[in-house]
């Protein structure tokens, strides 16, 4: 969290909140997670979040109404934020990647994919759907490790043509079996270009011509 400096005239507000361990506070919070029906939750994750929440409070107050009231609408709000996030990760498929880390050891991550319809429809024409790409076996970095350029497709051309020269460096560099630290390394790309560049690879807007 970034340093906040509390102003004088709010020393005595926030005193009041965290005096007998933060009672005030915790009140409030109890008192949001009933009005919000939140049942089968751990009390202690929202108290932590509230004292987040809290200090950017108080750093963005403004006076134009009652800090009680300002502070329990940025309260609800970012409960309710909270919520919508635990439950769509609970729908989301949760996959395993292996990775090297800084000392070069292959470790394991989890990957969250987001809960999708298999009958979502992909391309403009909207006459293939998901369910047709998880029917067809041929992934796509098979079709591209298994044929030289001369014998791609059309469609195979013109989803490569879609792709930009790093995102397909970083296609061949995962068909030759390299890690995504590897590629990260060997290309000099952050982890963000190199997930910037892997989306692009599979995105449905790009892998729709080959449907």
Do not use: W
């Not at 340093?3 to 005030?24: C, F, G, L, R, T």
């Not at 929202?46 to 009680?68: G, H, I, P, W």
């Not at 502070?71 to 996959?95: A, H, I």
């Not at 391309?123 to 759907?129: A, H, K, N, Q, Y």
């Amino acid at each position: 969290m970034d340093q906040i400096i509390i102003p004088e005239y709010m020393e005595p507000i926030v005193v009041s909140y965290y005096q007998n361990n933060a009672k005030k506070l915790n009140n409030v919070v109890d008192k949001i997670l009933l009005k919000l029906h939140f049942v089968d939750i751990d009390k202690n994750d929202f108290y932590s979040l509230a004292n987040e929440v809290f200090m950017y409070t108080v750093r963005d107050y403004d006076k134009s109404q009652s800090f009680d009231g300002f502070l329990y609408s940025c309260l609800y709000k970012r409960f309710c934020t909270e919520m919508t996030s635990r439950k769509r990760d609970k729908r989301c498929t949760k996959v395993k990647v292996k990775e090297k880390n800084e000392k070069g050891e292959v470790i394991e991550k989890i990957v969250i994919i987001p809960d999708v319809s298999i009958y979502s429809p992909i391309g403009e024409d909207e006459s293939s759907t998901i369910e047709d790409m998880i029917a067809d076996e041929t992934t796509i970095e098979k079709e591209v490790f298994d044929k030289n350029e001369e014998g791609y497709s059309k469609k195979m051309l013109l989803y490569l043509n879609r792709l930009s020269n790093l995102q397909k460096e970083v296609l061949r560099l995962n068909i030759a079996g390299y890690l995504p630290n590897e590629i990260r390394e060997e290309l000099h790309i952050s982890e963000k270009q190199y997930a910037d560049c892997y989306a692009a690879i599979h995105s449905y807007r790009n892998v729709s011509v080959l449907f």
